[in-house]
């Protein structure tokens, strides 16, 4: 015989029981959906053929993570002219050995990267609601917050040394130059994790390298100070992570929080950004990854990006 509760009960059991439903549904399936998203930019100059470019971002490796090797290995099949890494590839510092076997294959094709503050420092158990809490009062990792106390660091040179020794090109406060296999010359310009503070506009300025087929800026979180920096100086595109597109999405609302300035609007995909009377594209990737102590994603699945750039009109 079916236990009959009433209406004050009720309710709140079904409230628990859909909430139940979501977690177990954003953390077992839909963490693991990963998805290749694809885009057309038209940045390039007249004449030139189309460029495949590849993102990842945000990966967030965790001993164990079986499939999501297997899905980034799966990547090197598209061929793309080049990569772009734009951070957080860690959430656990075990983790350097199978973040590098899963990039493998990508490190084949000539790629870049820059960091993000996950791949420095291991992550902290926080609560979720400090993510509210921080874009009501404007502050954001270590932008208006006091600076982190006991951060358990991650081994992240040997990932450098071996990023290095495939050929990509680190791009932290630098600037770098891709030749790909088809001649064309790339010119990027990067920073290091603004989230953290550690970028340092003044030591790149002055805007894309004369002579490349095409230039690029790189960061790995989307703060505007550096939208606007990268803008003003004339970046036809700009490339970056960070946000995991929101993470916890509402349907058809969007994203709540982006864990920087950035307007949640943009908080994964083609955009534009405008300052000092210019435009850019903007591609911010919600990545592949999660904090391994909140490794929830809904309406939101984990992604890398293929970017097929094309002619400007």
């Known amino acids: 015989m079916l236990a009959r509760y009433p209406l004050s009960l009720r309710i709140p059991l079904g409230i628990t029981a859909v909430g139940a439903a979501c977690v177990a549904y954003s953390a077992g399936i839909e963490a693991r959906s990963f998805r290749l998203r694809r885009v057309t930019v038209?940045?390039?100059?007249?004449?030139?053929?189309?460029?495949?470019?590849?993102?990842?971002?945000?990966?967030?490796?965790?001993?164990g993570q079986r499939k999501k090797q297997r899905w980034l290995q799966s990547l090197a099949?598209?061929?793309?002219?080049?990569?772009?890494?734009?951070?957080?590839?860690?959430?656990?510092?075990?983790?350097?050995?199978?973040?590098?076997?899963?990039?493998?294959?990508?490190?084949?094709?000539?790629?870049?990267?820059?960091?993000?503050?996950?791949?420095?420092?291991g992550p902290r158990l926080r609560n979720p609601a400090r993510y509210l809490v921080e874009k009501a009062t404007g502050r954001h990792g270590l932008n208006g917050n006091p600076p982190a106390v006991g951060a358990v660091h991650n081994p992240w040179e040997g990932m450098r040394d071996t990023f290095?020794?495939?050929?990509?090109?680190?791009?932290?406060?630098?600037?770098?130059?891709?030749?790909?296999?088809?001649?064309?010359?790339?010119?990027?310009?990067?920073?290091?994790?603004?989230?953290?503070?550690?970028?340092?506009?003044?030591?790149?300025?002055?805007?894309?390298?004369?002579?490349?087929?095409l230039s690029?800026?790189?960061?790995?979180?989307?703060?505007?100070?550096?939208?606007?920096?990268?803008?003003?100086?004339?970046?036809?595109?700009?490339?970056?992570?960070?946000?995991?597109?929101?993470?916890?999405?509402?349907p058809f609302y969007g994203a709540l929080v982006t864990n920087c300035d950035l307007d949640t609007d943009r908080a994964r995909g083609l955009s534009f950004h405008q300052a000092e009377g210019r435009r850019s594209y903007l591609h911010v990737s919600a990545g592949c990854g999660a904090n391994r102590y909140t490794p929830f994603r809904f309406a939101c699945p984990p992604e890398a990006t293929l970017l097929t750039l094309i002619e400007r009109p």
Do not use: C
Request: aromatic share 8%.
């Open 42 to 63: 038209p940045v390039l100059p007249h004449g030139m053929r189309p460029l495949r470019l590849l993102q990842v971002s945000d990966i967030h490796m965790v001993g």
């Open 77 to 121: 099949g598209l061929r793309p002219d080049f990569v772009i890494n734009t951070g957080d590839n860690l959430s656990d510092p075990e983790a350097v050995p199978e973040l590098l076997d899963a990039l493998g294959p990508l490190m084949e094709y000539p790629g870049a990267y820059v960091f993000g503050s996950n791949d420095y420092y």
């Open 164 to 213: 290095d020794a495939a050929g990509w090109i680190g791009l932290s406060n630098t600037r770098g130059r891709l030749k790909l296999d088809n001649g064309r010359e790339i010119a990027l310009t990067g920073l290091d994790d603004p989230h953290i503070k550690r970028d340092r506009y003044e030591e790149v300025a002055g805007g894309p390298e004369p002579g490349a087929d």
């Open 216 to 250: 690029l800026a790189v960061v790995h979180a989307p703060y505007l100070r550096v939208l606007d920096a990268f803008t003003a100086d004339g970046y036809p595109l700009i490339l970056a992570g960070h946000t995991h597109g929101g993470q916890l999405r509402v």
